[in-house]
């Protein structure tokens, strides 16, 4: 997740065509995903998940039905909340692999948020030199696979980095004026260590440049040219603040074909209200509208649609909603230090509204 508002008009006359358009080398999205790492927090404290028809279900048979079959969770390494660490997540994959989903492990690398505006090393790792970080990552890595892999619940996908725009582990692992050199280091050990613990978990490389293509020509292009290797091109696109479906469309095309690998969304969402459920302002406010779409139940719909079918028609292959199911659910707060005192940002952007019923409206389509 981004975060800093940006906030963009967008024009629907380019918009809608562009996303109900249906190009020749158009494919299928095999990868449905949604990103429920805030869930099992949820869960220990007590919430409800209401399917479409009212009555209370597993929050994974209700994504299920509305065609998601890819989860994904982030990996903090010592989070003061005790959430999204390995014990967790291990939990929290054998819950979904007990559903018959894909598992996709983001890896921030970090005891908290890491985005494009900041990327902290763990503490444990913060007085580290680059040569030591190398030797970190690989060894974190090849545990948290081969510990999913040892409970039968092996990673389909990992992400090596969480929108790491410029770099990871920062300040060794930031790209400064254009030096990739050190970041290709750490790449390279996430993706050998993936590869010893099971070679055929796709590794994706995941940045929130969807709104450029400029500026992924040049990521992609700076780990390329240091020998990096990777399976899948992964971006975050958010309408308020990556802008036109057209200029996605673009940027997907261009990816794909100058790399020659499956591009992914990893993050999308949008609000389905302007509303706010709780003390924690929005993450995203209602000034932010894209395409014309309202703040609805069907507008949040609509433009999970319209992302869809322009990913799709651009040629990738998968996309995943971001945190769908956390709804303002009181102890499950944002921050990681003070998650019993912090709220929920996301409650406008969650597929289920501030009781937990889900939106009837929102379905993944291959």
Known sequence: MKPSLRAVVIAIVLAVPLA????????SLTMLGADVSSLQRSLDLGAKYYNKSGTAADPYDILKTAGANYM????WNNPASGYNNKAKVLQQARAIKAKGLKLLIDFHYSDTWADPGKQYPP????PHSLTQL???????????CTSLKAQGTTPDSVQIGNEINVGMLWPRGQVVSSNFAPLASLLKQG?????ACNSGTQVMIHTADADSDANARWFYDGIRAQGVTWDVTALSYYCMW???LSNLYNVIADVKSRYGKPVVIAETAYMFTTANADSTGNSVPG????DGIPATWAGQAQEFTYVQNTARNAGAVGIFYWEPTWYAVKGNGWDPANINGTGDGWDNMAIFDWTGHVNPNVVWTP
């Open 242 to 244: 990556h802008g036109s």
């Open 191 to 195: 993706y050998n260590a993936t590869k």
């Open 134 to 144: 190398q030797t970190d990552v690989y060894n974190y890595t090849y545990d948290v």
């Open 72 to 75: 994904r969770l982030r990996i």
């Open 123 to 126: 503490a444990a790792w913060a």
């Open 287 to 290: 000034t932010t509208l894209c």
């Open 20 to 27: 109900i358009s249906s190009p020749a080398h158009a494919a």
